[in-house]
């Protein structure tokens, strides 16, 4: 069978376990550390595929989740796929629909078999199995797919700390004790590791789409360790670290991610999912992880929250409202370099004019692809200590 | 003291009263008959500068009442003037907040000297006088700016349709009658031609922006031959027709352009505001007129409604649902040349993306622009008559 993925490490850091490299799929290559957009219903939000391309991005994240709902996934295999749908030519890859299932479903409905939860278009009962959710993906055509997974929440409810009862647990270590929460992750893990196995068997187009593993096991480190054997031991072309960046301080990320990326093997792209802020980003690569992908320079683009390597302007502040610079000085994205005064985005961003959060999202996905690209610089050059020099908001506070 | 406006003619057309020509600006030369897309509040709704230029448009308009408003128009004098604020270093025309004191207002009162109206952001009383709105305007510093005049509707309110009282009035011609509703709109025509004057006297920078006159009158030829030569009476560089456009039939705007048109000076650009379908700017260039504005591109775009040579196209419809064409073969606008599809364009619609109405406002304001470009090309080659053969919308149904 042909190999739909292929990942050429460039550099490995002298420094840490970061390194550079190449990943090569059906619509292209992408350089890696590399930083997703994310497209949720099949549009980078207020930006046509051209302003995206112009912001360095070599590839983006589509949600199997919102285009399943919407236009549906066999309406878009009609259609000759989500690539040609969407008029990006380049690599996509789509998660699987299992975090949005849990997260923004009022309902929902965990068994073996798969995952019951409300549509948030029409309010039916949408049922997402390991083998629907791998049709989608194979409808929607993407060059990475995700495996679903079972994922609750990795930070332990409040409620639940207060009346932490202890159960007895035989890990593969002997016994150790666990709160009513990790018993629920720990049951996840196995069955995210089953699920994985009937995703594997379930994907039909090998050939053309690579299917990542996903590794969970929130916070607690024998959980993560677990997992990635289980999830390691199915051979895929490349793994992930989900239920990171849900709540839990950045400490705590950082410790789980340098943790777990360790464990994972060498030779295969690693994707940390839904991070992160740019110190996120950098302790990441730093831990050995590949590819990122985050909602922020979009989300916070729309509330006109510009990043800058000095940390983020909040454009709505009265302070811009005569200030003729642009968002960041030298700045090279599209936005700053037709000269956009933070007075001009100011005025439209309380004019609730749309074009206040396209500039700003346009300059946000630039400011991540900088970062990215000073990222891989840095570790080619073995200059990492440098790069807090030239990003201010990487520096301790 | 130089001129900062010349308009040259470089074609009169045989066929009828229609011409080609250029203007030329301090910021550059526009093609006449020229469409101006409209960028309100400073911007064309979710449109960079760029994908504005790239739909073939050579001038916007934008609106002083808006501007005046928020940000302010002295904030923009700080900020080097409205090109530079919103990065468009070509033509501008602003409008001068007349219409939108009367339209867009709440409560509103006019009296010889001004108006006074209810702000749309805070509710605050804002006064606006011949010589404010030329402040504003000078403050703005667009290329052309617009006389402030009294324009109550044109139309006559169905109520007063049912009792209808006739008064004597004098005019030039000897005793006519006239209904209520007539009787304002002769007075408004008077205090426009007085206010006019009053525009012309405090205006600052007629070295840099050219002043043009509104012509009024509503539906009544006499009042708009009386309103001619009251206003062509006062010298400037260009003459408007206003009060079109507002709730008439197309045969009724058709007749009443017509009429105004042929009464304007030939050598000065005349400019119909707000106007509107094809077939009412292809019968008003027929007429003469050189200028037009209208947010239908835009407004449209962002409903979903898609110009075509052979209508409109809703694209939340069924039909489109898996239509891989583009909107209109052919279309060489940045998303039909992109390949967006129909199909595309709906799923952006129903699923409330921004990027729906963008794309379709880049495709509209296009299709204005090509049948700009069409109807110049018609009149320098004496081809009128063939033009409804390229665009059937213009064809009698």
Not at 13 to 30: D, I, K, L, M, Y
Not at 41 to 60: C, F, H, N
Request: hydrophobic share 35%.
């Amino acid at each position: 069978m042909p190999q739909p993925l292929t990942f050429e490490i460039t550099n490995q850091s002298q420094e840490h376990a970061g390194r550079t490299g190449v990943v090569t799929t059906p619509h292209g290559s992408f350089q890696t550390p590399a930083f997703m957009p994310v497209g949720t219903r099949g549009s980078v939000k207020g930006l046509t595929p051209q302003q995206v391309r112009a912001t360095g991005s070599e590839i983006i994240l589509n949600n199997a989740y919102h285009l399943m709902l919407r236009p549906g996934d066999t309406q878009i295999a009609e259609l000759g796929g989500v690539h040609k749908f969407m008029q990006w030519n380049r690599p996509i890859l789509t998660d699987s629909g299992g975090y949005q299932a849990w997260s923004m479903a009022d309902i929902n409905q965990v068994d073996e078999d798969g995952v019951t939860f409300k549509s948030i278009i029409d309010g039916s009962m949408i049922r997402l199995t390991p083998e629907r959710s791998i049709e989608i993906q194979n409808n929607l055509g993407a060059d990475i797919i995700m495996a679903f997974d079972d994922c609750p929440s990795s930070v332990e409810p409040q409620t639940q700390n207060l009346a932490r009862r202890r159960h007895a647990l035989t890990s593969r270590d002997g016994v150790m004790t666990a709160s009513e929460h990790e018993l629920r992750l720990l049951q996840s893990l196995d069955r995210t590791a089953r699920w994985l196995d009937r995703c594997k068997k379930s994907h039909h187009r090998q050939d053309e789409q690579s299917l990542f593993g996903i590794v969970q096991g929130g916070t607690n480190l024998d959980l993560r360790e677990r997992s990635v054997e289980q999830v390691c031991n199915i051979e895929l072309p490349g793994y992930a670290i989900g239920g990171v960046a849900v709540g839990e301080s950045p400490e705590k990320i950082q410790e789980v991610v340098k943790f777990t990326a360790n464990l994972l093997p060498a030779q295969k792209p690693r994707y940390l999912m839904g991070v992160g802020y740019e110190r996120d980003l950098v302790s990441a690569v730093a831990s050995g992880m590949d590819m990122f992908d985050c909602v922020l320079p979009t989300r916070n683009g729309r509330n006109g929250h510009a990043f800058t390597r000095n940390g983020q302007l909040h454009i709505r502040n009265a302070c811009f409202k005569a200030d003729t610079r642009v968002l960041e000085e030298g700045c090279t994205c599209a936005t700053c370099a037709s000269g956009h005064s933070r007075a001009y985005l100011r005025h439209l961003y309380m004019s609730k004019e749309m074009l206040s959060g396209i500039l700003v999202s346009i300059h946000n996905i630039h400011h991540f692809q900088s970062l990215m690209i000073d990222i891989r610089l840095a570790i080619r050059d073995n200059s990492w200590s440098a790069l807090p020099n030239h990003w201010p908001v990487l520096q301790d506070s």
